[in-house]
């Protein structure tokens, strides 16, 4: 049990490293250690060349907080847009994890999974929370139509 809680926890951590924070907003000033605030995130998808992934998400400040043992909320925005041109790097599989980021010390994750629309000819991304002990309905989705990418004359 030991062996699958780090090898879980070395997974969340690994993907977490692959987004880029674009900004932040403080949104409850707290005396000791940091604020409450609204983090804006960014990163590509991995099997999908030219698609880029918006996050903004709650980050739980305070003592626990800057320590890394609070929990997130499991509100999460998503946008993702075409940012070049579009081409895959493998297969695409409906429902695959393209990232995720823990958001307790231990039970609780954000994932972001990708979905292929053929008969729209779209990707379609969902954020969402869940917990190893209960799932939770708090997601967004957005989508992305794969259109010819104009060449720069």
């Known amino acids: 049990m030991r ?3 780090l090898a879980w926890l070395g997974m969340s951590l690994a993907t977490s490293l692959a987004a880029e924070e674009i900004g932040s907003v403080d949104t409850v000033f707290k005396w000791l250690g940091p604020n409450h605030k ?3 995130e960014a ?3 991995p099997k999908v060349r ?23 909320r499991a509100e999460a925005s998503i946008a993702c847009r075409q940012v070049g041109p579009i081409s895959f790097a493998g297969k695409l599989e409906d ?3 393209v990232f995720r980021e823990r958001t307790s010390l231990v039970f609780k994750t954000m994932q972001v999974v990708r979905f292929f629309d053929e008969s729209r000819n779209a990707l379609v991304y969902l954020v969402y929370s869940d917990r190893v002990i209960e799932g939770s309905p708090q997601n967004a989705v957005t989508a992305i139509p794969i259109l010819p990418w104009p060449v720069a004359q």
């Open 43 to 45: 990163f590509d998808d």
């Open 50 to 72: 030219g698609v880029t992934c918006y996050l903004s998400r709650a980050k739980t400040g305070g003592i626990k907080g800057g320590l890394g043992l609070a929990e997130d």
């Open 3 to 5: 062996r699958l809680a």
């Open 95 to 97: 429902g695959e994890v």
């Open 38 to 40: 609204i983090v804006v």
